[in-house]
């Protein structure tokens, strides 16, 4: 189908030209068919105009996405909900954590570290093997945030000032071996490179290309809880307190929506339904 809209308008006021292909390619991530995203855009078509907004083109697309089925809606709300979990970022760094952890490394979080030359606080500590990886989160809560090339720089003078020193962590005696720069933003091209060339390992929302945060959640289902769509703010907010960050804990134990005054117990059987077909076949 096409779409009678030339350009739409960035979060920074930006105008770019309107790609079809490109809102298809986003909705399929979703786990729709090639059927339910083109019913989708047909739904979506009377209410799109020339220069309408990026956020305004997400939101009709989560509506429309929704209608069809809230696990799609979840999976395609992904960026949306990661920022949702500041807004000062500690539960990123709780949701860093834990994605580690899934994919077999050993993780700490929030410890002093005393360098060489200063005292430093790590926001992850990550161990699997012979690596010991000080991991540095970067939390935005805008759309279009981007991490200038002054980040990298901070974390490798932090590196090497923890480097060459044996630290007692995980049972044991280590050496950092490297530092990881996870963000739910965009990198600039100037942080990809100065990251590149110094060995400072960097995942951000869409790098590197085939390893970014939104495909590595996506093959394991690590899904932060704010991604459903059966729960209001109020009860994510409660979860979160409750150290529920995935939607996978909550797949685990189930118990969490029991006997308690926020979550409403109506809803309880149409929020588990949600959350198994999201990450039960993990």
Request: with cysteine; proline share 2%.
């Amino acid at each position: 189908m096409s779409l009678n809209v030339r350009k739409v308008k960035k979060h920074s006021g930006e105008f770019t030209d309107f790609d079809v292909e490109k809102l298809r390619i986003s909705l399929s991530k979703s786990g729709a068919s090639p059927i339910e995203i083109e019913e989708v855009l047909e739904s979506m078509q009377p209410q799109i105009h020339d220069g309408i907004t990026t956020r305004a083109l997400y939101k009709l697309a989560f509506r429309q996405l929704k209608k069809v089925s809230g696990t799609f809606a979840a999976r395609y709300s992904l960026k949306r909900a990661l920022r949702d979990l500041g807004p000062a970022g500690y539960y990123f760094e709780k949701w860093t954590s834990r994605f580690l952890q899934s994919y077999g490394y050993e993780t700490c979080e929030n410890k002093i570290i005393q360098g060489n030359a200063v005292s430093h606080e790590a926001d992850v500590i990550a161990k699997k093997g012979n690596e010991l990886l000080w991991i540095e989160c970067k939390f935005r809560n805008t759309v279009d945030a981007k991490i200038s090339v002054t980040t990298p720089m901070y974390l490798l003078s932090r590196v090497n000032d923890i480097s060459g020193q044996d630290y007692h962590l995980f049972g044991n005696n280590h050496q950092f071996t490297q530092g990881w720069l996870i963000t739910n933003a965009y990198l600039t091209m100037d942080s990809i490179q100065f990251g590149e060339y110094y060995g400072i390992k960097m995942l951000s929302w869409d790098y590197p290309a085939k390893q970014s945060i939104k495909n590595l959640v996506d093959q394991k289902a690590l899904y932060p809880i704010t991604c459903l769509t059966t729960i209001t703010k109020r009860e994510k907010d409660y979860l979160l307190e409750k150290g529920c960050i995935l939607v996978r804990e909550l797949y685990e134990n189930p118990e969490i929506l029991e006997n308690n005054h926020v979550i409403n117990q109506r809803n309880k059987s149409k929020i588990f339904r949600e959350v198994e077909e999201l990450v039960s076949e993990f």
